[in-house]
């Protein structure tokens, strides 16, 4: 009987599996395509500008990022990635500025830190009016970056689901030491 529940958990587990490694496929062939869009567009962009025009010595003596990867655990202890824009806040940043109690007597003024401006706009580094090429490439690997990151929780998800099938067929081994 036992046996049976652990064949039913491990075929489950497997077709998880089996579907989360499809999904991964599609990820990694979307990745590719973006990718190369973006350098295809990049490429455009640098013809129709001027080899010179798009290129290292354009870019700004102080780079911010405009996204980052936050990372957290899920209920289930698996680590899930996703960015976060440059000015948007976090959930975590999100609440109570201050944990004290304020007395009442009346308004005082706390000197609040002021929040970082969001970051410029990258493309404003080769010039205002930038061709939709290098838009699109742009476009092209934010679209990337998203992947990206689904791609790497999709993987840790996947090697979680081949560590609980092992398990399952050790214990099935066990179970039946004649079979398999």
Same mark, same amino acid.
């Given at each position: 009987m036992a046996a049976a529940n652990l064949r039913a958990e491990l075929d489950s587990l497997l077709l998880q599996l089996l579907g989360d490694l499809e999904e991964l496929e599609t990820k990694r062939? =979307?990745?590719?395509?973006?990718? $190369? *869009?973006?350098w295809l567009s990049l490429s455009k962009a640098r013809y129709a500008m001027g080899a010179k025009s798009v290129g290292p010595l354009q870019y700004a003596s102080r780079m911010e990022p405009q996204v980052c990867v936050c990372?957290?655990?899920?209920?289930d202890g698996l680590q899930k990635?996703?960015?976060?824009? =440059?000015?948007?806040?976090?959930? $975590? *940043?999100?609440?109570p500025r201050e944990s004290a109690l304020r007395k009442r007597k009346g308004p005082t003024k706390?000197?609040?830190?002021?929040?970082?401006p969001a970051p410029q706009d990258p493309?404003?580094?080769?010039g205002i009016l930038v061709p939709h090429s290098l838009r699109q490439a742009q476009a092209s690997f934010r679209e990337g970056l998203q992947?990206?990151?689904d791609m790497a929780s999709l993987q840790i998800r996947i090697d979680w689901g081949r560590n609980q099938l092992?398990?399952?067929?050790?214990?099935?081994?066990?179970?039946?030491?004649?079979?398999?």
């Open positions: 062939a =979307a990745l590719n395509a973006r990718v $190369e *869009e973006g990372t957290s655990e899920a209920q990635f996703w960015l976060v824009r =440059a000015g948007a806040r976090t959930p $975590e *940043e999100v609440g706390t000197a609040e830190p002021e929040p970082s493309l404003n580094w080769f992947l990206a990151a092992r398990g399952l067929q050790e214990k099935l081994k066990q179970l039946e030491p004649g079979a398999a």
